[in-house]
């Protein structure tokens, strides 16, 4: 039987997930765009969004059985677990102010978790797997919004996103207290090396996080930033895309 050997950061299996992940979100976008009609669009994201918390729920079985993990610690209390349940309903709702938020923490914390895991065991270890599993179907979903449903952040969304961020903290730190986890990572860095490792001693890299959580919010703003100002468009207007048409709808079928 094959056994898991440590995990290497941006080792061969970590660099081919990555490109495994890529591939798909792009893969699954363009498809369902150019070929799927809006009414099969909207199904398959739906089942994108289903997966999502049916990955999640698979996840916390796993780590309690398998690894014998205590059950509050495995909640999905960290950012990229929330922001699974925020993806699962901008799919299935077709909710633009959840894509607003789960953009910028899919760009600024979902990719980050991806480069830089938090993980002992690598490639196939179960646990390898279900992490990029839930973390690559976050990045197929915002994608899968930004190509398929044609959302896009503005800058309104940057203050929804942060505000999110901010309200969670007052709500996690108490349970962390309560039921002794680092949810958030609120009362000490991973034990990965992470970017948090730049950013000082507790609990001083908590704010140097949220400065540059504000830094990158603007990095992953500035595509769109250009493309509005090379078109003339007004900066300041929130303009959630409109649903498909109704020729499109009639032809979509019930």
């Known amino acids: 039987m094959h056994t898991a050997e440590a995990f290497t950061l941006f080792g061969a299996a970590h660099l081919a997930t990555l490109a495994g992940i890529a591939a798909v979100a792009l893969g699954v976008a363009l498809l369902a765009r150019r070929v799927l009609t809006p009414g099969w669009q909207q199904r398959l994201g739906v089942l994108i969004g289903v997966l999502l918390i049916v990955h999640e729920g698979l996840t916390i079985w796993l780590q309690i059985t398998l690894y014998g993990r205590a059950w509050n610690h495995v909640l999905p209390l960290h950012l990229c677990g929330i922001a699974i349940f925020v993806t699962a309903w901008m799919l299935i709702a077709r909710s633009y102010r959840a894509y607003e938020i789960v953009y910028f923490w899919a760009c600024a914390g979902t990719l980050q978790a991806l480069l830089t895991p938090d993980l002992t065991l690598g490639f196939p270890a179960p646990a390898y797997l279900v992490f990029f599993i839930g ?4 990045v197929v979903g915002v ?11 503005h800058v309104a969304s940057i203050a929804w996103s942060v505000a999110a961020v901010l309200a969670l903290i007052p ?12 949810y958030l990572y609120l009362c000490a860095k991973p034990s990965q090396a992470s970017l948090m490792d730049h950013l000082g001693p507790w609990p001083w890299y908590i704010l140097g996080l949220v400065g540059v959580g504000l830094v990158s919010c603007f990095v992953y703003y500035l595509p769109f930033l250009i493309a509005d100002l090379i078109a003339g ?10 649903g498909p048409r109704r020729a499109d709808r009639r032809a979509a079928g019930p």
């Open 143 to 153: 994608l899968y919004a930004m190509l398929v449903y044609r959302f896009r952040p």
């Open 171 to 182: 709500i996690i730190a108490p349970l962390n207290l309560w039921l002794d986890t680092n």
């Open 135 to 138: 973390h690559g179907l976050v």
């Open 233 to 242: 468009r007004p900066l300041l207007a929130r303009r959630p895309p409109e």
